[in-house]
């Protein structure tokens, strides 16, 4: 895992900033996860998904925004896609 320190600095790729917009995901909830995940997960070395809790909408109700990076390179690369879910269960970790 990379230091969080790092993800301050990150570049979205064309596919993914295509993902966001046509997903209707803002921009700074993607930055604000980045920066602060609720938690990382590796899915191999050098790609991590990071994701948070976002409450959004009207009425608000809560969604889990998920996040793949590429964390092999400097800065770090959003790759893939960004998506936003209300099935946080299915993703979700918890951890004792």
Do not use: C
Not at 21 to 44: M, S
């Amino acid at each position: 895992m990379i230091d969080p320190e790092r993800l301050k600095n990150f570049h979205i790729t064309t596919h993914a900033r295509n993902e966001i917009v046509r997903r209707q995901i803002n921009f700074e909830d993607i930055a604000r996860v980045l920066e602060n995940p609720e938690q990382t997960e590796v899915v191999r070395a050098g790609r991590e998904v990071y994701q948070s809790r976002i409450k959004s909408g009207d009425p608000q109700k809560t969604y889990l925004i998920r996040v793949v990076v590429d964390t092999d390179r400097h800065p770090a690369e959003v790759v893939t896609t960004a998506y936003r879910t209300s099935k946080i269960e299915k993703y979700w970790r918890e951890y004792s």
